[in-house]
């Protein structure tokens, strides 16, 4: 089965994001997603009624909210009533649903966005949530030490080392320097361990945050965006549920997302990688066979802002950003979802010839 | 600008889940010392069992018995045990494969130290005493020196099956309701009300919640409304809520305080609950050290004009 080329071409025309922090008290979720709804909009000069589709990713579990998405909507102005979706996912699949909206011809105009607030819960334990009622959720794994099974394991086949692991903390956040959205802007020590193998340095940091993005069919996105980033393929694969029958060391859904994409056809020059934990880089690298010509992870990725639910959506940001201001011609974006990168995104994006 | 509200917020559900065939003689084995696994179509043996192949989706029903006994595939050191994981001293989370199982059980291996864990190391199952058929049946794995075990190769059919699992779950949040909220409340422990106006439409949110839902944009102008206001509906109550010391039949009305852009809610009190109109002019009734008015009552104003409320109902 092959998917049926796209009828319509689709960019990336705008991106925007908070300054990831902490914690955010003060604010309330729209509170803290509007201004990033207002700079993306303002971004291309389109107002909320210039938008054909808005679709969104959040969860309540992260601050405990009860439908904190429909209060979320109010940072939109959707009155006129709008076309409105929402994902209970990262919002890199929100993108992806906007995407098939622009492609059926419904729309023109998409704003996606994706937001999460970390700081009022337990976010270890929130995440063991999402996991198997049945056999798993009852012993509580957290999601850190569920990421580091996947570290041993990685260790064990000889392909990593806790140097190596830490090599990839460092080079992450050295690239954070250059991010003024990012939460660690700096290299920090790996620290002590928090499950064995990994260190308070091999995990991300835990912070609230919100990103939009403004998506356009053909001849609208070159009206809005000087530069384009053409979303040249884009797919999204899952791996079964559980841990123990999976292969924790590849990522055969990556792999097979990339290949739907289109990623392995040429070479990418950027590649932005949703890799909350060091070792999950080293996997994603050997899954999308990513070679040291390609630069990885220019934002600092997640090890250096990790707002859960748009931290995927970042990544496409971010890669579509490098392409609106010609840092990059040809980039892929990755974002994962679940426990041990169970369920990927993967898409490429090019740039038109300079 | 006033200090942050936070409140601790407790979100505690016990979750009664059934279960399919298959996950029921898993957990009734496990509440009989016995560890259960399904084979799939081309012969592998899945432990835990689950009802689906997860390659090919194919119902599976084979259920075979697999040994107490195995190989740790994957470990990782926890010296911090959180609340509800299966044991309160440190220990390692283990991938665990059981002798005649093809794949491997989530669960933690009870060792004096990670220098005592490794992959491929052997392990058993330690059975919890008391087991009801959950997967905390097994109350760990323990390192164990020997071969695998034998099984007496049990069928998977059981009397008296276990059907469902009550699963607790609790998280606890620190509550913190915003700048608009923050800012609304305080000036209600004043006891009074103020919302916020927004700038574009210039209607007044009350209670404010930071935004124009129609517009989109911040509100920030800030507004005291009230405190008297109007039934724009109502509703008589005559089911008495549980833990609710309130006589029945009672009114809940929408009430437009006066100055405000949308109605709020609240009960209606100091009046026959059948003399309750639309229009009726109320004003708070505040009880001693309340955080908010514990009920509406009628003013002795004449009812208000139909046309002053109508856009508010």
């Known amino acids: 089965m092959t998917s049926a080329p796209p009828h319509r ?43 054909d589709f808005t679709c969104s990713g959040s969860s309540d579990y992260l601050a405990g909210r009860a439908f904190s998405f429909t209060l979320a909507l109010d940072g939109v102005g959707a009155w006129p009533p709008i076309s409105e979706s929402h994902v209970e996912m ?32 337990p976010v270890r334990d929130v995440l063991t949530r999402q996991l198997d009622p049945y056999y798993v959720a009852p012993l509580w794994p957290d999601s850190v030490a ?21 090599a990839v903390a460092a080079r992450n956040r050295e690239n954070a320097a250059a991010n003024p959205h990012a939460q660690l802007r700096h290299r920090v020590p790996q620290g002590d361990y928090l499950v064995r193998p990994l260190r308070t340095g091999d995990c991300p940091p835990i912070g609230d945050g919100a990103a939009a993005v403004i998506l356009a069919a053909g001849d609208r996105a070159r009206a809005l965006c000087a530069r384009p980033a053409w979303i040249r393929g884009i797919d999204h694969r899952i791996e079964a549920h559980g841990l123990g029958v999976r292969d924790l060391t590849d990522s055969p859904s990556t792999r097979l997302a990339a290949e739907r994409a289109g990623a392995f056809a040429r070479p990418v020059d950027t590649a932005e990688l949703h890799a909350p934990f060091t070792a999950q880089e080293i996997v994603l690298r050997r899954a999308l066979r990513l070679g040291d010509d390609v630069t990885v992870n220019p934002s600092g990725g997640a090890l250096a802002a990790h707002p859960i639910m748009a931290a995927g959506l970042i990544r496409l940001g971010e890669a579509a950003a490098r392409i609106h201001r010609g840092a990059s011609d040809r980039a892929l974006a990755h974002a994962t979802s679940g426990p041990c990168l169970q ?12 | ?17 059934s279960l399919g065939p298959v996950q029921s003689a898993f957990l009734t084995g496990l509440r009989a010392r016995v560890v259960l696994g399904v084979r799939t179509g081309d012969g592998r043996v899945l432990v835990p069992p689950v009802e689906y192949d997860p390659v090919t989706a194919e119902e ?19 010296h911090a045990p959180r609340r509800g994981q299966p044991l309160t001293t440190p220990f390692a989370w283990v991938l ?4 005649g199982a093809d794949t491997a059980l989530l669960h933690a291996l009870d060792a004096p130290g990670p220098d005592a864990v490794h992959t491929g190391m052997r392990v058993r199952v330690r059975w919890a005493e008391q087991r009801t058929g959950a997967i905390t049946d097994i109350a760990c794995f323990e390192p164990y020196d020997g071969d695998p075990a034998g099984t007496a190769g049990h069928t998977g059919a059981f009397e008296d099956p276990v059907t469902g699992i009550v699963a607790p779950a609790r998280l606890d949040y620190t509550y913190a309701p915003g700048r608009a909220q923050t800012a609304y409340l305080d000036a209600l422990s004043g006891r009074r009300t103020v919302g916020e106006r927004c700038p574009e439409c210039r209607k007044v949110y009350i209670p404010p919640r930071g935004a124009c839902p129609t517009c989109g944009v911040a509100t920030s102008e800030q507004v005291e409304v009230g405190p008297r206001g109007t039934v724009t509906t109502f509703c008589v109550v005559n089911i008495k809520a549980k833990n609710l010391d309130i006589e029945v039949p009672y009114v809940y009305a929408h009430i437009a305080l006066d100055g405000a852009g949308l109605a709020l809610h609240g009960r209606i009190g100091g009046i026959p609950y059948d003399e309750v109109r639309m229009g009726l002019r109320v004003e708070p009734v505040w009880t001693e050290s309340a955080r908010h008015p514990d009920h509406y009552r009628p003013t002795g104003e004449p009812d208000a004009d139909y046309d002053t409320y109508k856009e508010l109902l």
């Open chain 1, 90 to 121: 990262d919002g890199a699949w929100a993108l992806y649903e906007a995407w098939t909206k622009l492609l059926t011809g419904d729309a023109d105009t998409a704003l996606v966005y994706a937001y999460g607030k970390s700081s009022p819960g």
């Open chain 1, 343 to 354: 369920q990927n995104l993967v898409a490429v994006l090019e740039g038109e010839p300079r």
């Open chain 1, 9 to 51: 071409e689709i960019a990336v025309v705008a991106f925007a994001q908070t300054v990831h922090r902490r914690i955010s008290d003060e604010l309330s979720e729209v509170e803290m997603l509007m201004p990033v709804l207002h700079e993306v909009l303002d971004r291309t000069g389109l107002k909320t009624a210039d938008i």
């Open chain 2, 96 to 99: 665990v494969r059981l002798d």
């Open chain 2, 60 to 78: 599976i029903r084979d259920l075979t018995e697999v040994a107490p006994t195995g190989t740790v595939t994957t470990w990782a050191w926890n």
């Open chain 1, 146 to 166: 569920l990421a580091a099974l996947q570290a041993q394991a990685l260790i064990d086949t000889g392909a990593a080392d806790e140097p190596a692991l830490a």
């Open chain 2, 1 to 17: 600008m006033p200090e942050v509200l936070k409140a601790p917020l407790v979100v505690e559900f016990p979750f009664t889940r």
